[in-house]
């Protein structure tokens, strides 16, 4: 079996064990700050967003969508940061989804919003420590541990603690 069916196989183990029980993760709806702020809720009704609720929709660092312009790019007014979507934008997206019967979608737009507060220097770290064999249980209960404790990150801690327990069944920790 290559690594990218392996990867796969724990990928699908973790999905299909995650709330399954009283004692997995929780993927509750709690609004994104952006999202409760304006005390927004949206359905299909409002989708595309952009199209129907643009008012709504603000990126990371809190420009509207409709002051994302190529004039204002070029003036230097904003820039590609200005650009990163923001989690109250990713929590009316699983909003949308939800309304639509698509809970799988609505649950990963909800893991996205935790993670936009993380930097991408870090997110890519703890993919490459989700890899089999890169890291031992402790650490990756420690970056749960620092997902939750520091961006408030619950429900991908919780992801990232399943895939742990996976890989210790399957033999895919590092063993130092």
Same mark, same amino acid.
């Given at each position: 079996m290559d690594q990218e069916q392996l990867i796969r196989q724990i990928m699908a183990e973790v999905m299909k064990n995650l709330g399954g029980g009283? =004692?997995?993760v929780s993927f509750e709806k709690k609004p994104a700050p952006a999202a409760a702020a304006t005390g927004a809720t949206v359905g299909v009704k =409002?989708? @595309? /967003?952009a199209e129907k609720s643009p008012q709504l929709v603000t990126t990371d660092s809190g420009v509207k969508l409709n002051d994302l312009t190529f004039e204002k790019m070029k003036s230097g007014a904003i820039d590609a940061k200005d650009f990163r979507i923001s989690s109250g934008t990713l929590e009316l997206q699983a909003q949308v989804a939800d309304d639509s019967g698509r809970g799988p979608l609505a649950r990963n737009m909800r893991? &996205? &919003?935790? /993670? %936009?507060? %993380? @930097?991408d220097e870090r997110l890519l770290a703890i993919y490459n420590a989700l890899r089999p064999y890169r890291s031992t249980k402790a650490e990756l209960y420690d970056i749960a541990a620092e997902l939750e404790g520091t961006y408030d990150a619950t429900v991908s801690a919780?992801? /990232?603690r399943e895939a742990a327990d996976v890989y210790e069944a399957r033999g895919r920790l590092r063993v130092d």
């Open positions: 009283s =004692d997995q =409002d989708y @595309p /967003l893991r &996205a &919003a935790e /993670l %936009v507060s %993380v @930097p919780g992801f /990232l």
